[in-house]
């Protein structure tokens, strides 16, 4: 009996486990490309990638001006206090969930000739997943490694380069850190290439507006306030990729400044037409951490911890009649944002006021007018927010201002402080306070990484 039933059951018994799977056959049919690409927009979709904490984190870390953290997690109150340390739970997990998704993208970029439906088919998923591996890769280099131009470019340690599949892990998987000048250089291509592959129109997929947002960010990172030659190219192609962005026009801005918000309370789940990229939350699926750390219990619908209160110094620095300061609720006395109160929002990773801001800074900063003049663009975001247009620009800090009170708690605070030489909490934007650790655990497990200033 037993001879039997082991005889009827043995091709059964040959199946490999699913983990072990060779890549080859997991990744054999466009199908398989096409489920992992979705992995990888999962990926993103963690809480501790664009699901929220990218964001929460860039708004938290030295922020005692604008925010009063009252939470029980100990790694965001380090990173609030400025108090980080190598084991640090948030740093960690952030770097794997990258890590992850680009991994899962390096799988896609390997079987691109499974993809055999159509060219155009094999170019988009080629573009999606080069702009998710590139804005994991800005995101890494901008938290975990010095700011660009602080110091050598190409000697300052960034993040490993990784742009294979990691199959079976060998020591040839312990990679050492690429400079900040090869990882730039590495997300500029990625991006640019995305921009060129991508649709102008694939729903809530990456589009070559979306790929032209980020590097946008990218470029006005390296142009930081455009003192030198390199600066001040790096700054016009900013302003470029920010006018193509908006020259697409797959986006458009929303005539009213609370319609960008409760996208799933007021907006059937749908993104606002401003949102050239979000991450989809539904009851089911998708992450909202900005909602658990900045929402609070404001009525139906809405949710979050609270831990986020927002002081009356940062309320202090809207003008008069600035419907943006009318957006905020007050529960017990403390100050909350309402951008994030819906509990199954969705989670903005760039919208379009921002390209108007950007192009409205470079343009004054280079003295140019491509696409508009840097007054048009400033008194666009101006006259929604309800305040009058100004007659000029005085300065480009007008211009900067601006953009901290539209962006506020989106994620861009502490990216901005450090392109334009500013302070977080009193510490200098290259204060080593301000960049995260290496995980522990990744550098107890590869040997060849070297830990940042503030760590050692």
């Known amino acids: 009996m037993l001879v039997a039933m082991v005889t009827s059951c043995d091709d059964r018994l040959e199946v490999n486990p699913t983990q072990s799977i060779d890549q080859d056959q997991a990744l054999s049919t466009e199908k398989d490309v096409l489920v992992t690409l979705i992995g990888a927009y999962d990926g993103l979709q963690e809480a501790e990638t664009y699901g929220g904490d990218f964001m929460t984190l860039s708004e938290l870390i030295g922020n005692s001006q604008d925010i009063l953290f009252t939470g029980t997690f100990a790694g965001l109150s380090d990173i609030w206090k400025l108090q980080i340390v190598p084991t640090n739970l948030n740093a960690r997990d952030t770097w794997i969930d990258a890590y992850n998704a680009i991994n899962r993208c390096n799988n896609v970029l390997s079987a691109l000739d499974k993809i055999t439906s159509s060219e155009d088919a094999r170019a988009r998923v080629e573009g999606e997943a080069l702009f998710i591996r590139a804005s994991m890769y800005f995101e890494l280099v901008r938290?975990?490694?010095?700011?660009?131009?602080?110091?050598?470019?190409?000697?300052?340690?960034?993040?490993?380069?990784?742009?294979?599949?990691?199959?079976?892990?060998?020591?040839?998987?312990?990679?050492?850190?690429?400079?900040?000048?090869?990882?730039?250089?590495?997300?500029?291509?990625?991006?640019?290439?995305?921009?060129?592959?991508?649709?102008?129109?694939?729903?809530?997929?990456?589009?070559?507006?979306?790929?032209a947002g980020i590097l946008s960010r990218v470029k006005l990172m390296q142009g930081a306030t455009g003192t030198t030659p390199q600066q001040l190219a790096a700054l016009a192609e900013a302003r470029d990729a920010a006018n193509r962005a908006i020259a697409y026009g797959t986006n458009s801005l929303e005539e009213n400044f609370e319609s960008?918000?409760?996208?799933?309370?007021?907006?059937?789940?749908?993104?606002?037409?401003?949102?050239?990229?979000?991450?989809?939350?539904?009851t089911q699926d998708g992450t909202n951490a900005i909602n658990t750390y900045f929402g609070i219990n404001a009525g139906s619908g809405t949710s979050g911890r609270g831990d986020c209160k927002i002081t009356n110094d940062h309320l202090?620095?809207?003008?008069?009649?600035?419907?943006?300061?009318?957006?905020?609720?007050?529960?017990?006395?403390?100050?909350?944002?309402?951008?994030?109160?819906?509990?199954?929002?969705?989670?903005?990773?760039?919208?379009?006021?921002?390209?108007?801001?950007?192009?409205?800074?470079?343009?004054?900063?280079?003295?140019?007018?491509?696409?508009?003049?840097?007054?048009?663009?400033?008194?666009?975001?101006?006259?929604?927010?309800?305040?009058?247009?100004?007659?000029?620009?005085?300065?480009?800090?007008v211009i900067l201002k601006e953009r901290s009170l539209e962006l506020a708690f989106e994620g861009s605070r502490i990216h901005d402080i450090k392109r334009t030489r500013g302070t977080a909490s009193g510490a200098a934007w290259n204060d080593p306070r301000l960049i995260f650790p290496i995980p522990q655990r990744e550098m107890d497990t590869n040997t060849n990484l070297t830990q940042n200033d503030a760590y050692l």
Do not use: C
């Open 316 to 397: 202090s620095k809207y003008e008069a009649g600035d419907i943006r300061k009318d957006f905020f609720v007050v529960i017990g006395g403390r100050n909350y944002t309402q951008k994030h109160l819906d509990t199954y929002g969705n989670v903005p990773v760039v919208r379009l006021g921002e390209m108007y801001l950007t192009r409205a800074e470079t343009n004054f900063r280079l003295g140019t007018s491509v696409g508009d003049t840097p007054l048009n663009d400033l008194n666009a975001i101006r006259e929604r927010a309800g305040l009058d247009p100004l007659a000029s620009i005085s300065d480009v800090g």
């Open 260 to 282: 960008l918000w409760y996208t799933f309370l007021d907006n059937d789940g749908n993104s606002p037409t401003e949102y050239m990229f979000s991450m989809k939350v539904t």
């Open 143 to 211: 938290f975990y490694a010095k700011t660009w131009d602080d110091g050598n470019n190409a000697t300052n340690p960034g993040v490993p380069l990784v742009l294979e599949p990691t199959k079976n892990v060998t020591n040839a998987d312990y990679k050492s850190r690429s400079s900040v000048a090869d990882v730039y250089q590495q997300v500029i291509t990625d991006l640019t290439r995305a921009e060129n592959a991508l649709p102008e129109e694939n729903g809530i997929y990456a589009t070559k507006s979306a790929a």
